[in-house]
């Protein structure tokens, strides 16, 4: 099973947020945690991101 994995820059455009606000949105519980690709690698799972982005169309946000 082969699952599409976001880097960091490409949430940043599909979702229009900075890093930072990504980041600060994490340690608040409001947007996805990301999985960790190795060392130093962070990537998050387009079914999280596409969730995020469709429960921020229901609320009207």
Do not use: Q
């Not at 490409?10 to 990301?34: C, H, N």
């Not at 060392?39 to 998050?44: C, E, N, S």
């Amino acid at each position: 099973m082969n699952e599409r994995i976001y880097r960091r820059p490409d949430v940043e455009t599909l979702v229009g947020l900075s890093r930072s606000t990504l980041y600060a949105m994490i340690a608040d519980g409001t947007f996805p945690k990301p999985v960790k690709l190795g060392k130093r690698a962070v990537g998050w799972r387009a079914r999280d991101i596409e969730a995020w982005v469709a429960s921020r169309r229901t609320e009207g946000v």
